[in-house]
């Protein structure tokens, strides 16, 4: 295992803390008028989400956590298991829509995502930064109302609702950021 002594850390690092494995959101070197300096950590535990916030002494030895990354392609839903193909082994991958959470609304089959472990276990699966979707159902755009920034709710393909300008109608295939679940134009 390689360590990394806590005046060596940096955003996007990842390490083992408490038994768990936590990214860096943000740090700050501190070096108060008295006494000895410190590092602020803003951290991430990567298998549940929650931000912790610790300091450490510059010189703490941390080990570092190693995350897998690997492209696989989404095959189907059944029931409530979502199950992936790896595409150099043909093997399936089921997971349940708790392990997953909602980074799947934005996800059609065949789709490729990246799942994300730690020691052979599978925290998360990320969806395509950017995708491309139908709009199943929304209510159709005033004719003539040309105010800027008014937005409706829409309902994609996939069943997940966003906000979309008033000129896009069902049917319309738009660009989405998957990241923030934003409208990004048509596509």
């Known amino acids: 295992m390689a360590e990394i002594t806590a005046g060596d850390i940096r955003n996007g690092v990842t390490f083992e803390y408490d038994s768990k494995v936590f990214q860096v959101l943000e740090f700050l070197h501190v070096k108060p008028g008295k006494g000895a300096a410190f590092v602020r950590v803003k951290m991430r535990d990567v298998k549940n989400g929650g931000v912790r916030e610790l300091t450490f002494n510059p010189t703490a030895k941390l080990t570092l956590a190693t995350i897998e990354k690997k492209k696989m392609t989404y095959s189907y ?20 829509e708790a392990e997953i959470g909602d980074s799947m609304k934005f996800v059609l089959e065949n789709m490729e995502v990246t799942m994300c472990s730690h020691n052979g276990q599978i925290f998360s699966v990320e969806p395509p930064m950017f995708v491309e979707l139908v709009i199943a159902q929304t209510e159709p755009g005033l004719r003539g109302d040309t105010a800027t920034n008014v937005t409706k709710p829409a309902t994609l393909e996939t069943g997940a609702e966003i906000k979309v300008p008033i000129f896009i109608n069902e049917g319309d295939k738009i660009k989405i950021d998957t990241r923030t679940g934003e409208y990004l134009g048509r596509a």
């Open 77 to 96: 839903k059944d029931g409530d298991m979502y199950n992936f193909m790896d595409m150099e082994t043909y093997e399936t991958i089921p997971l349940s």
